[in-house]
């Protein structure tokens, strides 16, 4: 049974950070490319981070531009977390977060979790 538990959101103000947790279970942590993506209200959902399951070594990171610069995505693999630091927050940056998983040779996103709340007013 996979799991997937967000935690860090929050209400902030503009220009001030957030980080956010996603807590995995149920699954080969290790084997799967996490990710993160939100939602805002009335919007459609909104890819924000992605980092791949390979070695820290090798391991690539992605973002939209939207949060290019500002966003950092981490995992740790013993402790089967992923996070989200983000700096500089905006407005715009209001929505649901959730986290995604996915075995690295499965090419859809089917594990969410249930979503963190971040609001940036």
């Known amino acids: 049974h996979v799991q997937l538990v967000e935690s860090g959101g929050g209400l902030v103000q503009p220009g001030e950070s957030l980080r956010l947790s996603c807590v995995a279970s149920?699954?080969?942590?290790?084997?799967?490319?996490m990710s993160w993506v939100r939602q805002a209200p009335g919007k459609e959902v909104e890819w924000v981070a992605g980092?791949?399951?390979?070695?820290?070594?090798?391991?690539?990171?992605s973002y939209a531009d939207s949060v290019k610069g500002r966003f950092t995505i981490s995992r740790d693999n013993v402790k089967d977390t992923m996070s989200l630091q983000m700096n500089s927050l905006k407005p715009e940056d209001t929505a649901m977060y959730y986290c995604a998983a996915r075995p690295y040779w499965v090419r859809q996103y089917n594990d969410w979790g249930q979503g963190t709340q971040v609001t940036v007013s």
């Open positions: 980092i791949t399951s390979l070695p820290s070594l090798f391991r690539a990171a």
């Open positions: 149920g699954i080969t942590f290790s084997r799967h490319d």
